[in-house]
């Protein structure tokens, strides 16, 4: 006798990255400008702010932005209140993804929606002035947490606040690894290309699914 075909559950929620998803990341020209402000070596200041052990420190909330733009002034020679402005420039600067914003609203009376995000201790303030923590019914952040995405624990947080199941979940990401990562334990992923294709992906595994906000 056949065994009765499994039963996909409906999905619940859908988890979003924000930045370089919701938060573009700004361009050559924002890092350029900033660089001749400071008077610092080209290309350098994009590096001093993508990467090092002071970034993975914020990340998870070892360090305060605050204590970061202390370090990162003392290395520039620069005054502190400029390097934090410059920080959150970066962070928060370049315009919303509007088109994003709109479908994501489009999407609550379905599932519920959520915010899975590495940022450092000023995130939740920087998603509020953006005018968008309305939109989300959770937001994890990795400073909050003291630990980064694609660490499981991360995705497992998420599945525990929001009480659902993996099988329930859509996680989007533009980060191939933090799109496998959540994939390994059951969760559905996509990785955020464009706006376009990644509408058309969620919309497709809804439609297969089914979806249910309760």
């Not at 204590?67 to 502190?80: G, H, I, P």
């Not at 934090?84 to 420039?89: G, P, S, V």
């Not at 509007?98 to 929606?113: E, G, H, W």
């Amino acid at each position: 006798m056949s065994s009765p075909p499994a039963i996909t559950p409906p999905i619940r929620a859908v988890v979003f990255d924000l930045g370089d998803v919701f938060f573009p990341w700004p361009q050559a020209a924002f890092f350029a400008r900033w660089e001749a402000r400071l008077g610092i070596t080209p290309h350098g200041l994009h590096r001093m702010l993508s990467h090092g052990p002071d970034i993975e420190a914020a990340n998870v909330g070892a360090v305060t932005a605050e204590e970061y733009a202390r370090r990162c002034a003392r290395r520039l020679r620069a005054d502190q209140t400029l390097v934090r402005e410059l920080i959150e420039a970066a962070f928060a600067g370049e315009p919303i993804n509007a088109a994003l914003v709109t479908y994501a609203r489009s999407l609550r009376s379905r599932v519920r929606l959520a915010a899975l995000t590495n940022t450092w201790s000023f995130g939740r303030t920087l998603i509020q002035r953006r005018g968008i923590t309305a939109l989300f019914d959770l937001i994890v952040t990795s400073a909050e947490e003291g630990v980064t995405k694609p660490d499981a624990r991360n995705y497992q947080t998420m599945l525990d606040r929001l009480c659902i199941r993996p099988a329930e979940a859509v996680f989007i990401d533009d980060n191939n690894e933090n799109v496998e990562a959540p994939r390994a334990t059951g969760i559905r992923s996509i990785l955020f290309v464009t706006n376009e294709q990644t509408i058309a992906d969620l919309e497709a595994l809804l439609v297969r699914c089914g979806s249910a906000r309760d």
